[in-house]
């Protein structure tokens, strides 16, 4: 098993860094005591977990004792963010919250955190100085060294209105303007998988309207995928869900799948 210690100064990042190891896969525990470490590990590999760590900060530190056996006898990657004192300076007083080591002098503690949690920067595969880093380039950063993909995936849900839109979804998409295959006694009973169905959906003077969905559906799992999110989910609708929205959820599936990874469910095609 995969097993990472998180560590650094309080404020430079490390609820960042763990969110994006989740993301990853790794089984996270806050701040648990060293000498509980290879109890941890052994049950977690016992129940199949591949990938777990823990973060260490300055609440960590009475447990220190038994810190340098714990890394002699598991040998985990170490991983530790610090920054420039008055950017953790400012940080703080953004968020308004008090440094672990207590309500006093700031700057003290900052200093005094570092000194203790010096052993584990010493132990450190990977340091990271977060002074100038946007969370999503302290994500990256740990995905490369851990030799990790970001995979991006687009969740594409057609659904039917009269049962309500996914509350799962970033943006919804109205298909209803499109041509109604229910008013043709033969294609009623068909769903938008059947190729004439979606002859009949997709029309010359149809092709405008489908195109503005893609280029918006496009643009928005662009942007989407730059602000560092690891998926994005639309749902695009029509009146049932059973034909005009499966069918251009299969063509947006189509078209879309050379940019992103893509998968399509369809919620409602089974209703009646």
Known sequence: MRFLVLSGLSGAGKTTARNALEDLGYFMV???????WPGLVQTLQESGVERAGVVV?????????ALEGALEELRPQVVFLEAKPEVLLRRYNLTRRLHPLGAGNLMREIGEERKALSPLRARADLVLDTSDLTPRALTEALARFLGEERGFLLRLISFG??????????????????????????????????????????????????????????????????????????????????????????????ELSARFQVEVTHRDVEKE
Not at 30 to 36: E, G, Q, T, V
Not at 205 to 215: C, G, H, K
Not at 227 to 242: D, M
């Open 57 to 65: 900060d300055a609440r960590t530190l009475p447990f220190f004792g």
């Open 161 to 254: 209105f009269k049962w309500g839109p996914p509350q799962e979804a970033d943006l919804v998409l109205d298909v209803r303007p499109l041509p109604n295959p229910h008013y043709d006694p033969a294609l009623r009973p068909r769903t938008g998988l059947d190729p004439e169905v979606r002859a009949y959906v997709f029309r010359e003077e149809t092709e405008p309207y489908y195109r503005a969905l893609l280029t918006t559906l496009g643009l928005a799992a662009e942007g989407a995928r730059k602000e560092g999110r690891l998926a994005y989910t639309a749902a695009i609708g029509c009146t049932g869900g059973k034909h005009r929205s499966v069918a251009v959820a299969e063509r947006l599936a189509e």
């Open 30 to 36: 806050d701040n648990l005591p060293p000498a509980l």
